[in-house]
């Protein structure tokens, strides 16, 4: 039996790093025939144990779900009869679903179709209840609101990914600690796997410029809690919101945070730093490029003054050329980037390092 996690596209290798650190694995794939943010595990453990694990200590992923079938579909209209023979090939089904369960779809899609969301959900629903519906007549209930079983079905251009859910409809990026809501608010998720690919030393350094919110220091904590951790943004008001989460993560005697600026680093700082990881602000109103560009300058030049010679400097980014030729210009090597999808958007996770 395998598990389908999901995770956010462009970090189906930090998770599975993380899932090999927590479960032992016999066999695993990312990007399953070829659909970002999705992996496929295979464990020696108890499965329900690795998944009690997973929900409870993973950090990189949205949900885990024991996958059922995945198959082939076509774009066209005829995708939907495809899904619902499909579905109905599945008689695993018969083992979550009786005539005694409620149940309910939920139905994700993306890319082109001829059809919608609403379609799969409407014709999955009714193969599962063909499927598990008794000859005497008696059928399972479709509940939307509270259903027994959450049968997840997901159309990623031509391919439906049939799994039950074990994690119900609230992704686990969602900390409870989340008690003040940043504007730009990060992904939890996407800040453990910023501090995972920033290569943390314990007892290190870390600090966060412009932390808005104070994800990136909570969930660095979470990774290391053997970690000194700072917190800083130029904003009074996100300060106080990052200090209200920390304390709702039981951690606000493990992070200090406090008002500064990041393009003043070398005076507002007064000791050396390992890492320095942010989600920095991104260039997408218009009229906003010369003040990022300003902006990011400041933060390279003050940080080089800060950070230890051997010192690294993540951030997140959409502005992966503007970057490139800061970088140049104050002494950085780009050692790795990647693209990631963050909502609507698609930023880059650049690590830098002093040349």
């Known amino acids: 039996m395998s598990l389908l996690i999901t995770t956010c596209p462009g970090l189906e290798d930090v998770a599975l790093r993380e899932l090999n650190s927590l479960l032992s694995i016999k066999h695993s794939k990312i990007k399953p025939q070829g659909v970002q943010g999705r992996l496929i595990v295979e464990v020696w453990n108890n499965i329900e144990n690795a998944i009690l694990t997973l929900i409870n200590r993973a950090r990189t992923i949205h949900r885990v779900s024991v996958l059922l079938t995945a198959f082939k579909i076509s774009r066209t209209s005829n995708g939907l009869n495809e899904i619902y023979n499909g579905i109905l090939r599945c008689h695993q089904l018969n083992q979550y679903i009786t005539p005694k369960t409620s149940f309910a779809i939920r139905a994700e899609r993306l890319g082109r179709h001829e059809y919608t969301s609403i379609d799969i959900a409407r014709i999955a629903g009714q193969a599962v209840i063909e499927l598990t519906s008794t000859s005497s007549g008696s059928r399972p209930k479709v509940d939307l609101e509270h259903p027994n079983i959450i049968v997840r079905v997901d159309v990623v251009g031509e391919t439906c990914l049939v799994s039950i859910c074990t994690t119900g409809d609230e992704s686990l990026h969602k900390r409870g600690y989340r008690v003040y809501n940043h504007p730009a608010a990060l992904k939890p998720t996407i800040a453990y796997a ?23 220091p909570i969930e660095c904590f979470f990774l290391d809690p053997s970690l000194l951790l700072y917190g800083m943004d130029i904003s009074p008001k996100h300060v106080h919101g990052a200090k209200l989460n920390a304390l709702a993560a039981g951690l606000i005697d493990k992070i200090l945070f406090r008002v500064g600026d990041a393009r003043k680093l070398d005076s507002e700082v007064n000791f050396d730093i390992d890492r320095i990881i942010s989600n920095l602000p991104y260039g997408i109103r218009i009229g906003r490029r010369n003040i990022l560009k300003n902006l990011y300058k400041g933060f390279l030049k003050s940080a080089r003054k800060v950070l230890k010679d051997d010192g690294l400097i993540t951030i997140l980014t959409t502005e992966l050329r503007l970057i490139k030729r800061i970088a140049d210009e104050h002494g950085y090597l780009i050692r790795e980037y990647r693209r990631i999808f963050h909502g609507n958007l698609s930023p880059f996770i650049i690590i830098l390092e002093k040349t």
């Open 194 to 216: 910023m501090a995972m690919l920033s290569q943390i030393r314990a007892g290190s350094v870390i600090l966060d410029p412009m932390c808005g919110g104070g994800t990136i």
